[in-house]
């Protein structure tokens, strides 16, 4: 498949398992979403938004205070009636303020070489394995989604705040970053073409989103990234409504 001497081919074999996966959660009904998602204790939670929300800093936060195992980073799926949260082989992407939080650790990136800035773009990569290992989690395909997290991180130091927003206020908040069937990162299907056209993707999205609304509790979480032990607040603050 490809070239001798290709540099980083890895990517390449990765984006076409990816681009496998993703027809065939479609042909089953599944929806992506701009996501990461973790497991603790074995109740799913899919943390969903945009880019700079608080993604990897929330599944961070849940790895290194409740060993939660990695199920996927910055794409992940849910499957029909919401059931699952399903992974999506990606790397996973990780700011220098997050990684300056955690001790150093020698399957993660060193934080010296990233701005810590909030907002920064540039962000060290690690492979999901390097991820769980460095918490001594594991990564696991799947897990029965328990939890949905809409972070919302400022640059400021204010206090971990949960909210559950109204059904109708959710349901917007998750179709904004739903990449079924229009992905912002990956316009058209490269390897694999699709079994079914747009417009019935969109109905399957639909669907499936309205019953994630209503079968599965959607929260909102506020804090500052210069508030101390943020990482630490923010697995207490989403565990605590999982038990």
């Known amino acids: 498949m490809l070239h001798s001497g290709t540099d980083r081919g890895e990517r390449y074999a990765l984006r076409v398992i990816r681009e496998v996966v993703l027809r065939c959660a479609e042909h089953r009904g599944w929806a992506a979403f701009h996501a990461s998602a973790g497991a603790v204790d074995g109740h799913g939670v899919l943390i969903a938004g945009e880019s700079g929300a608080g993604k990897t800093t929330v599944l961070t936060a849940l790895a290194a205070h409740r060993r939660a195992d990695l199920i996927g980073s910055d794409r992940v799926l849910v499957t029909e009636a919401a059931a699952s949260v399903v992974g999506v082989p990606i790397s996973v992407r990780i700011a220098g303020g997050t990684l300056s939080a955690l001790a150093p650790n020698r ?55 949960i909210a559950f927003p109204c059904p109708a206020a959710a349901r917007a908040a998750l179709a904004a970053v739903c990449c079924t069937p229009h992905d912002e990162d990956w316009l058209h299907p490269w390897f694999a073409d699709r079994a079914h056209p747009v417009g019935e993707l969109a109905r399957q999205a639909a669907d499936l989103m309205d019953d994630l609304v209503a079968r599965v509790p959607v929260m909102t979480m506020t804090a500052g990234v210069h508030t101390p032990h943020l990482l630490e607040l923010i697995a207490d603050a989403v565990t605590r409504r999982l038990s």
């Open 107 to 161: 399957n993660l990136p060193p934080h010296s070489v990233l701005p810590t800035g909030f907002g920064a773009m540039r962000k060290a990569s690690c492979t999901p394995h390097d991820f769980a290992h460095a918490f001594a989690a594991r990564v696991r395909d799947s897990a029965p989604l328990r939890r949905v997290v809409l972070p919302r991180l400022s640059d400021d130091d204010q206090e971990v705040s």
